[in-house]
């Protein structure tokens, strides 16, 4: 939680850390779950967001205009100019962003990420991340995958006038079924001893510092030195530079774990958790 608000005030105000440990921290009394009780609550939470998602996106449709902020508009260049006003400005503005999401989190990305949660638990606990999906399951997933993901290329075709993040709702949906096969075809890729699949391994061990690390690069590029760019960049200029940063990653994920066993980050958020969980035994003594 204390990485996440400092990642989401100081760096980037779309920070997931601090939601995701104040989901963790609402659901823990829910790990120890028999299976199926496990599995029925998590699913439950997901139908609850997936039905507020649906929700969210036909009533921004009917009842309000919610289309996408133009970069020629006077509206964006009053926020271009805010934003690069100063530091100071950005801290706020990303406190702001960052402490929002948590507060109206249960109108919407709460139960989603808490349902996730509880069914990545009921998944290990299950032996899913060993095994992967059964054919049958297999086949139920790609069609729910197929039927959500076609719902939303539709509603980004169709005339209806959203924003990126009204549409983004819905794909959070069909997200849940892709992200299952992308695992499942994963763990077959590690069964079978793929050598492709070993050059993801390093930047695995190293997610956290690699997460942040990139916010900080990003934040230094895009907000300090190159600030015209989003004056002129397009599409094709973020995938070029995410795809650039990402072959960056895994070559200093591999270069790094040369020399060390873990990333600065890790060390110290599970130093700090050796340490919390050492004192509460240490009262449970007492």
Not at 271 to 277: E, I, M, P, Q, V
Request: aromatic residues 14%; glycine residues 4%.
């Amino acid at each position: 939680m204390i990485f996440g608000l400092l990642h989401g005030v100081f760096i980037f105000g779309g920070d997931i850390l601090l939601l995701y440990s104040v989901c963790a921290l609402t659901i823990l009394s829910s790990l120890t779950l028999p299976l199926r009780e496990l599995l029925h609550k998590s699913l439950l939470f997901l139908i609850i967001g997936a039905l507020l998602s649906i929700i969210a996106t036909v009533v921004l449709a009917m009842f309000f205009e919610d289309s996408a902020m133009l970069r020629s508009s006077e509206e964006y260049a009053e926020l271009y100019e805010l934003w690069f006003s100063g530091y100071l400005n950005q801290i706020w503005m990303q406190g702001g962003v960052a402490i929002a999401i948590v507060l109206f989190s249960p109108l919407f990305i709460y139960w989603q990420v808490a349902g996730l949660m509880m069914l990545g638990i009921f998944l290990y606990r299950f032996g899913f991340f060993t095994k992967g999906l059964k054919r049958s399951q297999l086949v139920i997933i790609s069609l729910a995958a197929i039927f959500f993901t076609s719902i939303d290329i539709s509603i980004r075709l169709s005339s209806l006038k959203l924003s990126e993040e009204t549409i983004s709702t819905m794909a959070s949906i069909s997200a849940i079924f892709v992200a299952l096969l992308y695992a499942h075809f994963v763990i077959r890729l590690i069964n079978n001893k793929n050598n492709i699949i070993k050059l993801f391994t390093a930047p695995g061990k190293l997610a956290f510092s690699l997460y942040i690390l990139q916010s900080i690069t990003m934040a230094i590029i895009l907000r300090f030195w190159h600030q015209d760019f989003h004056l002129t960049a397009h599409r094709i200029d973020y995938v070029l530079i995410a795809a650039a940063y990402t072959l960056i990653q895994i070559a200093l994920a591999h270069w790094y774990l040369r020399y060390f066993n873990q990333g600065p980050l890790e060390y110290i958020w599970r130093k700090a958790y050796r340490h919390s969980l050492h004192m509460s035994q240490k009262k449970r003594i007492a």
